[in-house]
Nanobody
Framework: QVQLVESGGGLVQAGGSLRLSCAASGNIIRIVTMGWYRQAPGKQRELVATILNSGSTNYADSVKGRFTISRDNAKNTVYLQMNSLKAEDTAVYYC?????????????????WGQGTQVTVSS
């Protein structure tokens, strides 16, 4: 099993910045991908940004140039630096990790999710 613990959400004015963190723990053999998704009220969960072990990143068009995802592989931690925040960025942000875990002979690669952290941007 893998656990993801997020931190860093909160209330900020439009134009401000926030930094989200997500630490993975548990019986982790290898984390393949880590990323952030968000879900606004009444909307489906959507991709914000992902980062591979290699450092290759992918961003939603709506956040390109404003958000930066980074990763500390030694700490199994992913960060999301959010700048120039807009009211439409308001959502619950979820950390995601695709990880290989389990004892020898029982290893599986699964997607894991954090509990979510609220980001509210006031206009």
């Amino acid at each position: 099993q893998v656990q993801l613990v997020e931190s860093g959400g909160g209330l900020v004015q439009a134009g401000g910045s926030l930094r989200l963190s997500c630490a993975a723990s548990g019986n982790i053999i290898r984390i393949v991908t880590m990323g952030w998704y968000r879900q606004a009220p009444g909307k489906q969960r959507e991709l914000v940004a992902t980062i591979l072990n290699s450092g290759s990143t992918n961003y939603a068009d709506s956040v390109k140039g404003r958000f930066t995802i980074s990763r500390d592989n030694a700490k199994n931690t992913v960060y999301l630096q959010m700048n120039s925040l807009k009211a439409e960025d308001t959502a619950v942000y979820y950390c995601n990790a695709r990880a290989l875990s389990g004892p020898p002979g029982w290893r599986t690669e699964l997607d894991y999710w954090g509990q979510g952290t609220q980001v509210t941007v006031s206009s």
